[in-house]
């Protein structure tokens, strides 16, 4: 087994101490970077987890935060900080760009090979990123299928996956046209995958305490998202280049 090396770091974005968890491959050369955004809850073991397998496939990954090092565990307070920060992009692009920071000021990375993945809230972040014209080689996001402002889609540099739970009330159908819709006028390499059956945030871990209507685990579908994520970064963004 790979031997990786972790360590928390912190930085500034929306006026709060951000506390992200970085993961480093074996060796002392640069490798591609990759942003891992968490749900709205915020930063967790799972995304903590998450980085230490790209960092095990050979990436340097940060998993970032949203809330200023807390996890939001009540469903209301998560809410009243998560709706007014999705509705607000300029707010989002000053998080993920802080972590893009970050993560391009770490001596391992590469920073012009760099890709965002996220879900949820921290799967918006990374499209917001494309939306303000980042320098991303892929954008990858899992039941964050936000839509931004007219036009700005056109500014994604690099290939956009998205998946999504066939059952999401938080994701409808909708909104999953919507966001068809705003990629396929941007003239972009998308996709969309719809896992069937599953609910929103269908690939994290059942928690121990209260989430909102509508989200579920499903095994054996958050293993095929997680490997279309590494499939994602396999064909934008090798190791090896």
Not at 43 to 66: I, N
Not at 122 to 130: P, S, V
């Amino acid at each position: 087994m790979t031997t990786v090396t972790t360590r928390t770091i912190t930085y500034a974005a929306d006026g709060l101490t951000m506390t992200g968890h970085l993961a480093l491959p074996a060796g002392a050369g640069r490798r591609p970077g990759v942003l891992v955004g968490p749900e709205g809850v915020g930063l967790s073991g799972v995304e903590r987890r998450r980085a230490d397998a790209l960092a095990e496939l050979g990436y340097v990954a940060l998993a970032f935060d949203l809330h200023g090092g807390r996890y939001l565990s009540d469903p209301e307070e998560m809410l009243a900080r998560c709706v007014p920060l999705l509705a607000d992009p300029d707010r989002m692009r000053d998080i993920g760009h802080a972590a893009l920071d970050a993560l391009r000021a770490e001596p391992r990375t590469d920073p012009d090979r760099i890709a965002a993945v996220g879900y949820g809230t921290g799967g918006a972040i990374a499209l917001e990123l494309g939306r303000d014209g980042a320098d991303l080689r892929a954008i990858g996001t899992v039941n964050g299928l936000t839509t931004g402002r007219p036009g700005e889609a056109a500014r994604i540099r690099c290939p956009v996956w998205a998946g999504v739970g066939s059952q999401d009330p938080i994701m409808p159908p909708a909104q999953r046209t919507a966001f068809t819709a705003e990629m396929r006028a941007a003239g972009i390499d998308w996709r969309l995958t719809v896992y069937g059956g599953a609910l929103h945030a269908f690939h994290h871990p059942p928690v121990d305490h209260p989430v909102l209507p509508g989200v579920g685990h499903h095994p054996g579908h958050a293993r095929r998202a997680w490997r279309d994520v590494v499939d994602l970064l396999a064909e934008c963004l090798p190791v090896a280049e």
